[in-house]
C-alpha cells in the first residue's frame, strides 16, 4: 500500500532552518506531483508548497515564498522541504502528500492529493 512517511521536524529557533524529509512507496513516485501542507493549532490544514513529476515546476504559499524550498529525488523517492529564517508563524504539522493523478502540474487544493502522511511537528520559538 501506499506509505509517505515524514521526518526531519523538531524545535528551532527563531530565524533557524531545518529540512524535512518524505519518503514514499507503494506508488509510481516518479509520475506524482508531491506537496507540503501544514496545520497549525486551532487550524485549517493549508498548502505550503508543490513539486511537479520532474521537477521543473513549483509553487509556493505566499507566507513561506523566498524562506522554503521545495524539491525531489526521484531515484530515492523522497520529497524535501527546506525551510530557513522560521518565524513562530510557521509552527505547525507538516504534511507530505502525493497527487493520485498525472503530475506534469503543480497543484495546490488538498483535494488534488490523494496520500497523505502522518506529519511531522515543527516549533519555532524564542
Known amino acids: 500500500q501506499v506509505q509517505l512517511v515524514e521526518s526531519g521536524g523538531g524545535l528551532v529557533q527563531i530565524g533557524g532552518s531545518l529540512r524535512l524529509s518524505c519518503t514514499a512507496s507503494?506508488?509510481?513516485?516518479?509520475?506524482?506531483?508531491m506537496a507540503w501542507f501544514r496545520q497549525a493549532p486551532g487550524k485549517e490544514r493549508e498548502f505550503v508548497a508543490t513539486?511537479?513529476?520532474?521537477?521543473?515546476?513549483?509553487n509556493y504559499a505566499a507566507a513561506v515564498k523566498g524562506r522554503f524550498t521545495i524539491s525531489r529525488d526521484n531515484v530515492a523517492t523522497m520529497v524535501y522541504l527546506q525551510m530557513s529564517n522560521l518565524k513562530p508563524e510557521d509552527t505547525a504539522i507538516y504534511y507530505c502528500?502525493?497527487?493520485?493523478?498525472?503530475?506534469?502540474?503543480?497543484?495546490?487544493?488538498?483535494?488534488?492529493?490523494?496520500?497523505w502522511g502522518q506529519g511531522t511537528q515543527v516549533t519555532v520559538s524564542s
Open positions: 507503494g506508488l509510481r513516485f516518479s509520475s506524482r506531483t
Open positions: 513539486i511537479n513529476w520532474t521537477g521543473s515546476a513549483t
Open positions: 502528500a502525493a497527487r493520485v493523478g498525472g503530475g506534469a502540474s503543480v497543484y495546490y487544493r488538498e483535494n488534488d492529493y490523494g496520500y
